[in-house]
């Protein structure tokens, strides 16, 4: 048996992995309230941006994480096509319970049909990815544990996806994206304890890249891509904001009304009264 460290790099990979799925969360959250604002294929590009986000940023954060991942005894290489094939599969499944979500009609059944989607993608998303790790030996995982690790994908993707369709106020959502992280990360680390090494040191022809050669830039790029993201979201203007409308939050400029008795003031003056014009008591000089 291989003794297993998953923190050889101490707090920064399980720091730096949360911060990426609080990322990905957050601006998945906002791209879906921009989504549900709009209409016809605005609609549909927001959400599909939403799952680029929400789903990058959850592969983002196991990658991430499997940085401190580290096996005495053997190197740690990834086959790429599998290690790719699992990124998909985190952006296609968030797609689909995001599409259920937003376009069902029965709000429970949809909530709950994506939720349960999403959960078993996003946990095929974190055995693929671990299917895609090489190493001098082979991988074996305890039952229970990978089943009580799906639970927590299920429960997490079902309060991610009612959060995306629910909450309306920006604090309330950054809380969200919090949660949905811890939660994010919670599934990481309970199937990683489910996991059990059998070394083979005749196994020599490894294969694959290492995390440096390829899992590091393809990680560095989607985090990069997550916060520039959410800087152009942050910054670019609502539906309501280009209408005119004050955003939520925003106190409403309201019109001062003329003082009773006094209509012969004009209401397009300036601050209601020009003091030039008008007497003390409201009679136009000029008459």
């Known amino acids: 048996m291989g003794t297993l460290n998953h923190f050889s790099f101490g707090w920064l990979t399980p720091v730096l992995s949360y911060a990426m799925a609080c990322a990905g969360a957050a601006l998945g959250l906002r791209c879906t309230l921009r989504g549900l604002a709009a209409t016809g294929a605005t609609r549909r590009n927001w959400l599909l941006t939403a799952a680029a986000a929400i789903g990058s940023g959850i592969w983002t954060m196991h990658f991430v994480a499997m940085f401190g991942f580290a096996v005495d005894g053997t190197e740690l290489r990834y086959n790429v096509p599998l290690t790719v094939l699992s990124l998909l599969v985190a952006v296609l499944v968030t797609g689909l319970g995001l599409t259920v979500v937003c376009y069902g009609r029965h709000r429970g059944l949809a909530l709950l049909g994506g939720g349960v989607t999403t959960g078993v993608g996003v946990a095929a998303m974190h055995y693929l990815g671990m299917a895609a790790v090489r190493m001098h030996g082979g991988l074996r995982y305890e039952a229970g544990t ?64 290492s995390p440096m050669e390829f899992v590091f830039p393809l990680a560095v790029g989607l985090g990069s891509f997550l916060f520039l993201a959410s800087a152009f979201v942050a910054l670019s203007p609502t539906a309501q904001e280009r209408a005119g409308e004050p955003a939520e939050g925003e106190p409403a400029v309201e019109e001062v009304p003329a003082p009773a008795g006094r209509a012969d003031v004009a209401l397009d003056e300036p601050y209601g009264v020009d003091p030039y014009r008008h007497d003390p008591y409201g009679h136009d000089r000029a008459a």
């Not at 106020?169 to 994206?177: L, M, P, R």
């Open 146 to 209: 990978v089943a009580l690790s799906v639970l927590v994908a299920v429960g997490a993707a079902t309060a991610a996806l009612w959060a995306a369709v629910t909450i309306r106020n920006v604090y309330a959502a950054a809380a969200a994206s919090l949660g949905m992280g811890l939660a994010v990360s919670c599934m990481h680390y309970i199937g990683m304890a489910a996991v059990h090494v059998q070394l083979d040191p005749a196994r020599t022809d490894l294969g694959g890249v």
